[in-house]
């Protein structure tokens, strides 16, 4: 009896089929069109950036720039904060956590940034959750 799933091989072939007919098919109907005409409509060839928007690291999240090294073993201080649209006071001072908001710049000397859910907080320290702390010599993803 079968359950009436494909198999993962079948499954690929055929979105492979459809992924050729469709760029077969688009490569034939290539339009010049005003940017302002352009809204719904897909580009035919890739659109590369000269530059990086925004030009600086920025944060995905809220949470806390930090060194994963220093965070996966010991509290560390809250030394600052910074908002999307505010620039860092400066580097990230060692041993320390900047606190920082979706969209703001990382400081100079963070390697990661935290998630809030991922820290315990006490007064002005973090530290990460049990949950989320590495025994010495594992890989730290934060």
């Known amino acids: 009896m079968s359950?009436?799933?494909?198999?993962?091989?079948?499954?690929?072939?055929?979105?492979?089929?459809h992924a050729r007919n469709i760029a077969q098919a688009s490569h034939s109907r290539v339009?010049?069109?005003d940017l302002a005409s352009a809204a719904?409509?897909?580009l035919a060839?890739?659109?590369?950036a000269d530059d990086d928007q925004p030009p600086f690291p920025r944060s995905t999240r809220d949470g806390y720039?930090?060194?994963?090294?220093e965070i996966s073993h010991t509290a560390v201080p809250i030394v600052g904060?910074?908002?999307?649209?505010?620039?860092?006071?400066?580097?990230l001072p060692p041993?320390?956590?900047?606190?920082i908001m979706t969209g703001a710049p990382v400081p100079v000397g963070a390697d990661c940034v935290v998630m809030l859910e991922h820290v315990e907080k006490f007064g002005d320290l973090i530290r990460l959750a049990p949950s989320r702390a590495t025994a010495p010599g594992d890989n730290v993803v934060a």
């Open 3 to 17: 359950s009436g799933l494909l198999s993962y091989e079948d499954a690929a072939s055929i979105v492979m089929h």
């Open 31 to 33: 339009e010049h069109v």
């Open 40 to 42: 719904g409509r897909v």
């Open 45 to 48: 060839n890739p659109l590369r």
């Open 65 to 69: 720039a930090c060194r994963a090294a």
């Open 81 to 91: 904060s910074t908002h999307a649209g505010q620039a860092p006071a400066g580097p």
């Open 95 to 99: 041993g320390s956590a900047w606190e």
